[in-house]
């Protein structure tokens, strides 16, 4: 099974089972939902996939739904993980659909572009210019979207469903490997039961522990810590 490298460190040899398994990665081509509580790392899950995947001139396709791009920029940063380089060699594309809300004018670039969270059909608007401008690079891209929590917060819940479906459906048809964020409890319990069951993995976050179920029916789980290097996992075991 062909995998791509996650930028966690120690998660990829997690996924590397004895059992028949060698997947060394997320496999390619599917979907993984990142939830758990606040503040446990779940965006930063997201930039290191992203930042991991432009250190290997592999393109990424980024969605911005908690934090406008000042801010990202800057969180990375904060990691010694810095986008401009990315950017300027066209193999990262933003989508910003938070900071329309301020009502502050918004210059668009080739590799910039806002949104606007409360219109998930503008939003799929942009993901489509977004797809082809990084399927051009490659067709073997990254995506994120972070995070799912803001859009429940404007939106009806079934329609952020009806999006992340189609999202996901387009994304994977142009041959992106994804992560999605989610912060666990603000949609409610049927709504989430549903959220995990259209992703084909599945990644829990708890602030200690990762607990992570793929779509081949791997599961596996870890402890972990925030550090100055993002998250770095300890010793884990297959279940």
Known sequence: ????????????ELLQSEA????????QNTSTLVYGPPKVGKSIFSYQFANHGLNLEEPCLYITADEGMKQLQQNMIDFGWYLQNA???ELLYVIDSISSLSGAPIETTNTYTPSKINDPTDLMVKVGIGTRFVFKKSNEFRS????????FAFNPEP????????????????????VITYTEGVADESTEKILKSVVDNVIMLDGSYLTFRS????MGT??????NQGLVLGEGEIL
């Open 1 to 12: 099974m062909s995998t791509v490298e996650s930028g966690i460190p120690g998660l990829d």
């Open 20 to 27: 028949g398994y060698d997947l060394g990665g997320i496999p």
């Open 87 to 89: 950017m300027e060699k």
């Open 144 to 151: 994120v979207f972070d995070s799912l929590t803001t859009p």
């Open 159 to 178: 329609m952020i469903i009806r999006f992340l479906k189609t999202y996901i459906r387009r994304l994977q048809e142009a041959g992106s490997t994804l």
């Open 215 to 218: 779509s081949e029916g791997l």
């Open 222 to 227: 870890a402890e972990y810590q925030i550090t």
